[in-house]
């Protein structure tokens, strides 16, 4: 068998995680994709994947040659285009990874234009608090407002955001308004986990704070702070409806509101594919990455 046909069809197996819809994608038969991957797998020496009848997952030797051969592919499309000097067009799936609060109608207008400029490239989200490896796990692309990403990554500013503190009517006609950094102590305050609980990176110095609830999902502490359970801090875009609503009042608005970058984080500059690019520059030339 042709071994980049095979190729090729062990990376939409992995993608599509069905043989079905991989077969489908590529006008050939479930069958003749099987052969393909048993094909490599026999050429190999080694399983790429483990198979149920319910399920497929990679095997470490498998995410090995999944993202070796998803790069060599996208080398191989870049090389093509430049020797036909014709103009390259995005596509295929590109894996990213974003903050929870990323989940809201701005950024999915943002996906649905850049899919209208380039309707060959195809989204895998990985919407979370967590900070994936992108290594390991694949991802071609994340977004984040930490810029102490370690050595081997980089990361180029696409776009700002505004983080407020917030409170909502109710709680502060139970509880009182706030006035300095310091009275935030003896309030209830709902917390992003991932931030320390001193309050100095936030330009507060000498203020520690016991939050009463903590969490690595943005979207659980805005309805926390909705339901009046205390106060947080949260980026515009998943609360600036609340606030224009008056669901939502800024505390301590006129030392709080802190804009910080976003930054598109991927692993190295070296046959960074055109999909990753198109993105990049679609992001940081968006105004609506600038709130």
Known sequence: MDRLT???VFLNVVECRSFVAAADRMQISPAMASKHVMALERHLGTRLLNRTSRSLSLTDDGRLYFEQCRHLLDGLEE??????????VPKGLLHLSAPVWFANATFVGIL???????PEVRFDLDISGRFVNLVEEGVDLALR?????????????VGSVTFNMLASPDYLRRAGTPTTAAELVAHDMLWYSLLPTDLGNLGFPSVKITPVLSSTDESLLRYATLQGMGISVLPTWLAEEDIRAGRLTTVLSSSMDRQVSIYGVYPSRKNLS???????????????MKT
Do not use: M
């Open 274 to 288: 055109f999909k990753v690019r198109a993105f990049l520059e679609f992001l940081a030339h968006d105004p609506r």
């Open 112 to 118: 649905a234009d850049f899919r209208k400029q380039y």
């Open 79 to 88: 090389v093509e285009a430049s020797i036909t000097q014709s103009k390259f």
């Open 145 to 157: 407002v930490s810029q102490s990403l370690g050595d081997t990554l980089i990361a180029r500013p």
């Open 6 to 8: 095979s190729i090729q």
